[in-house]
């Protein structure tokens, strides 16, 4: 069972398309982190959210975290070829981080 | 800076031979982690090192061992490689304090057959 989960697990959209993906948990953390991920390389940071209720804007990207600090979701508007890739959440609870599974984004031209 | 930097990028190796996975920072940082990443299954934690001299299990330990050689250098044993341990294996450090962004190295692929 997934401490974290993300959806949808694989999303494939045409470039100038919005979406939004989704990570969500039954648990609390303190702070919940978004990477993205290209094949090959290890997880990139881009951003975190520390709190309930907090959104913060990258450019197109836009993450929020829920007011519980249970879910967070990425809003990318205008998506573009680059911003393929693996996307992923993670959750800290004391020390250390829960990744969920990914949404693997796929935009086309 | 070189960040986080991991060897060997590729390994393949034999059931029940043994290798090590070596990571070092250059950032100064005090926490070290070692993640294992298969398809579908995100990142799980191995083993983690929240500053030198302490090491602790993380979610997946079995099999595994680590090292924590200093600030800088945090390795990954396996003593008897199994299939079951083919995977991409992640060397990630953060300060430790703090929102304790996690810097992550480009990986390891290992395959056991």
């Known amino acids: 069972t997934q401490l974290l989960e993300q959806s949808p697990q694989f999303l494939s959209i045409q470039e100038g398309e919005n979406l939004t993906v989704y990570c969500n948990s039954s648990?609390?953390?303190?702070?919940l982190q978004w990477y993205r991920q290209e094949p090959g390389e290890g997880p990139v940071l881009l951003v975190t959210?520390?709190?309930?209720?907090e959104v913060k804007k990258l450019k197109r990207l836009t993450f929020q975290f829920g007011d519980a600090r249970k879910d967070s979701s990425l809003h990318i508007t205008v998506a573009q070829p680059g911003d393929t890739g693996l996307y992923l959440c993670a959750g800290r609870i004391d020390q250390n981080f829960v990744f969920g599974p990914g949404t693997r984004l796929s935009v086309l031209p | 800076n070189a960040g986080v930097t991991q060897t060997p990028k590729f390994q393949v190796l034999k059931t029940g031979q043994s290798m090590t996975l070596q990571c070092a920072q250059d950032m100064n940082h005090n926490s070290m982690y070692w993640y294992r990443q298969d398809p579908g299954m995100g990142l799980r934690l191995i083993y983690y090192s929240a500053s030198e001299g302490t090491t602790d299990k993380g979610e997946v330990p079995n099999g595994y061992n680590v090292s924590r050689l200093n600030k800088r250098e945090f390795s990954l044993r396996l003593e008897s490689a199994a299939p079951s341990q083919t995977s991409v294996y992640f060397c990630?450090?953060?300060?430790?304090?703090?929102?304790?962004?996690?810097?992550f190295g480009p990986g390891t692929r290992l395959t056991v057959t």
């Open positions: 648990s609390v953390f303190s702070s």
């Open positions: 990630a450090s953060t300060t430790g304090t703090g929102v304790s962004e996690q810097y």
């Open positions: 959210v520390v709190t309930g209720g």
